[in-house]
């Protein structure tokens, strides 16, 4: 729909690169006094007392997103969180991000406008510095870089690699309905393929829709942790889905684990769609992917410090490597997990 | 010749996408105490006493470069250049950078091996420590997002907006050869299409052909400007033609300048490839953009220390505001300069 039909609109060769970037991020605030300088020289300058953290992510359309029924608010919005989630996935707190963004000119003015105002509120929530980015044309679709930036004390940084034997393996919220917005999504897709007056009732999606379209990164995590008092031993962000995360997280750290079937937190929205796809609930959560929820591990003697805390779930524990990663079915079967994440050179393109 | 027609050759969904970064970043060293983390975590970890900069660059095919003349080893070493040289251009040191590629199946591991080793030379010849990046599928083509990380002293960073009037304007090396390059090559291209058994003769044009296939970044001028105790008042690269970066430190210093024809550096390869493709060669050197060349500023005062020194033209000076972007010809006629640098959303895709 926001496709370059309509001539009058603005076409995004008559600005040029240097007027289009000007253009979209003259409402971008800055946040933050570590930001020296941000767009409009060869480089950005910022100034570090402590560890600076960097993360990259691409986001293609026709791999990573479909704009037929993701609004380009939703997908400026959800570039940032998915790449300000891997900051506080080190236990940090992020600060500053590049965007570039690679577009046919199928695209007009005003679809790039959107698309800035879905990155601008995400800077305004999160308290992000845009500090650069590249523009340019591609010659098909749209393909989004965003660089996230964050600082983070030495101590306080939590790497993959420092699971130990005992130590608790926490979740944040709930898993498994980024994936199955998506599901929803793509059926409704092709209802609309078919039968395009039909207007969709998605109330009782809305929940599992919004972790697809609008996933809100766990900025509040690493806070919360330093008021408990609590380092994280491992952590890591829930992005490619529950198991692949487990075993990254215990092969660097060389450990094993059990998490516990009963334990996996889902919503009830999770639990009633699968059984309207007649899906696993157990599979969608070990393997969706998305939620960018953190998944971390914390010493057993900490338990009493985030005991009962609504925002996080004890799913298990770590043990040695030599027995393997693990999940315990609700028949105390244990079963190895496999790394099922989502894998995009398996699309068929 | 390196896409995926040969089904022998390794495909990208076998290694999946952990795997292949992991394949193709093996042999990486790391040459900074500053990177305390690099591949292999939700982020990257640096420390930095200094100042930290950060730029970010696409190259998209079919808008910044072409496989049918462009070997991939190249172009990864290319990728890494475009985007150190904007550190350089800050009078700035780059210590580390991430790499992202999005390509299609079409291309098979071999190829990404291929460009990784113009990466891993990039890196190691110009000490840049490869600390992440991401690794997808497109839909189309290959799209590389290459972000650059640098530090420097505050007093040493050279912005565009210090230009004062009376200084003087510097060039380093010569400029015009990669656009000229590039206009051999395509027509080199054409020939191919007619006669495929046609043998080309490049050796005429060895030189310009190599500032666009393989340019490489000034690391050399910070440097340089340090041991002659020169600090610049403004800089920037010429990566879009002198015009276009006279205008940018022009309009940022909020001054005007004047530039002589007779002064610009041109290479013997450069004139006469002009004369070849009837083209005029001030017009070449002031629009042709990729040289990768910087353009600064110093104070009068300190011409005494860069003269004569073989890396450096004064090309010019800067005035006052209100007397414009002049280039001065031969017969002594001021012209106002335009920027007529390249806008990639003006190619027909």
């Excluded at 800077?123 to 983070?152: E, F, N, P, Q, R």
Aim: hydrophobic share 35%.
């Amino acid at each position: 729909m926001l496709e370059d039909k309509n001539k009058q609109k603005t076409s995004l060769a008559e600005l040029g690169e240097f007027g289009l970037i000007e253009h979209l991020t003259q409402y971008f605030k800055i946040h933050h006094e570590t930001t020296t300088k941000a767009i409009g020289d060869d480089c950005a300058v910022i100034s570090q007392n402590e560890k600076t953290l960097i993360t990259t992510d691409f986001l293609v359309e026709g791999v990573h997103f479909d704009l037929s029924y993701m609004p380009l608010k939703h997908l400026g919005y959800k570039a940032v969180m998915v790449n300000i989630s891997d900051v506080y996935a080190m236990n940090a707190s992020a600060e500053q991000i590049t965007v570039s963004i690679a577009v046919s000119n199928r695209f007009p003015l005003e679809a790039l406008e959107e698309l800035y105002a879905g990155i601008q509120l995400a800077c305004d929530t999160y308290k992000i510095d845009l500090i650069g980015g590249d523009t340019t044309s591609s010659t098909k679709g749209m393909i989004i870089s965003v660089t996230a930036i964050g600082s983070a004390k030495e101590e306080e940084i939590a790497y993959r690699n420092g699971a130990k034997p005992t130590d608790l393996i926490v979740l944040t919220g709930d898993i498994g309905g980024a994936y199955l917005g998506l599901q929803v999504l793509e059926r409704e897709k092709e209802v609309f393929k078919v039968n395009p007056q039909n207007q969709p009732d998605l109330q009782e999606y809305s929940y599992i829709i919004e972790r697809q379209l609008k996933p809100e990164a766990r900025k509040d995590i690493p806070k919360l942790l330093k008021e408990l008092e609590v380092q994280p031993t491992s952590m890591i962000d829930v992005s490619d889905g529950l198991s692949s995360e487990l075993i990254h997280i215990c092969t660097q750290s060389k450990v094993g684990c059990n998490i516990y079937e009963e334990k996996l937190p889902l919503d009830p929205q999770v639990i009633s769609t699968c059984e309207e796809f007649d899906l696993d609930a157990t599979t969608v959560a070990l393997s969706g992917g998305e939620d960018y929820e953190l998944l971390f591990t914390i010493p057993i003697k900490d338990f009493d410090k985030i005991k009962g805390n609504p925002n996080l779930t004890v799913i298990g524990h770590i043990t040695e490597e030599n027995e393997g990663v693990n999940l315990i079915t609700r028949g105390n079967q244990s079963i190895k997990l496999r790394a099922q994440g989502w894998n995009s050179f398996n699309q068929e393109n």
